[in-house]
């Protein structure tokens, strides 16, 4: 009897992948609970360094991969410049970097929320030719590994004791989430003005994709990148209420198991 490789968002094998990635945070954070910042610092950021890298394996592979061409047709095939780390999830491998050595809260903040729920979203609503085939594909193993390491990879700034969502740090996310929507925004205008990727839309800042929440707030604001002002609405709402949930344990815990100062252990 053979073992079945197909993933499928919650059936078996997708539970023991999750599991495994979960399981990696949680050891990780116990080793290097008693470590330098500057020891954590080099851990998570090396881990997003080799992410990226990986990441760029699994889209050359993508490029030679026939049958996702044809499954893509529509898409008009593999173009590099659609390709990009620059889409709500595989973005945080390269902003968690600046955030820690930057130590910018609100960068943090981007990264802390919107990260793990987006590879969330990724993980558990695949795109044609990631649903339903066998993990050990070189395509399933390149998607999922990534946006399992950047879900993990960011909420590491949490538990590495980098970040811990407050309540006064809400607007200054917000600016910064609508500010690098924004030139992500442009970006893709950039993208489809010189004809180098005529289809960009990295943060579906330009059109929805037919996601039925997008097209509803473009049915309200019928301009590109204005559309998405009602999501802010929504991210205001999650970050309120996972801050909230920190307020109150914070009353019942005074101390970080991680301490943000150097020690000799340098």
């Known amino acids: 009897m053979t073992f079945d490789w197909t993933f499928k968002p919650f059936n078996g094998l997708f539970f023991a992948v999750s599991a495994g990635f979960f399981l990696l945070l949680a050891v990780s954070s116990l080793l290097l609970r ?9 851990a998570l950021i090396s881990a997003c360094l080799v992410t990226l890298a990986g990441f760029f394996v699994y889209k050359y592979f993508l490029s030679l991969d026939a049958e996702y061409d ?14 990009l780390p620059l889409h709500l999830c595989n ?5 968690i970097p600046l955030a820690v050595l930057s130590g910018k809260k609100p960068l943090m903040g981007f990264c802390f929320f919107v990260g793990p ?4 979203m990724a993980i558990v609503m695949p795109g044609v030719g990631f649903e339903g ?4 594909l070189p395509r399933m193993l390149g998607y999922f590994g990534t946006h399992y390491m950047v879900q993990i990879e960011a909420l590491a700034l949490l538990t590495f004791g980098f970040f811990r969502p407050e309540f006064r740090d809400l607007p200054m996310t917000l600016i910064t989430i609508a500010g690098i ?3 992500v925004f442009l970006f893709d205008m950039l993208l489809r003005v010189t004809g180098l990727y005529p289809r960009a839309n990295y943060f579906f800042a330009v059109e929805t994709e037919g996601n039925f929440l997008l097209d509803l707030f473009y049915s309200w604001i019928p301009l590109p990148f204005l559309y998405l002002i ?3 609405g929504i991210l205001t709402a999650y970050m ?24 000799s252990h340098s």
Do not use: Y
Not at 70 to 83: S, Y
């Open 34 to 42: 008693h470590k330098s910042i500057r020891a954590r610092k080099i």
């Open 70 to 83: 044809l499954l893509r047709a529509d898409m008009d095939g593999f173009n590099w410049w659609g390709e």
């Open 91 to 95: 973005v945080n491998m390269i902003l």
């Open 117 to 120: 729920l987006c590879a969330a």
């Open 133 to 136: 085939c066998s993990l050990l």
């Open 181 to 183: 929507t924004f030139a």
């Open 230 to 232: 009602p999501c802010l």
């Open 240 to 263: 309120a209420a996972v801050m909230g949930l920190f307020s109150l344990g914070k009353k019942g815990r005074k101390t970080s198991p991680f301490k943000n100062t150097d020690s």
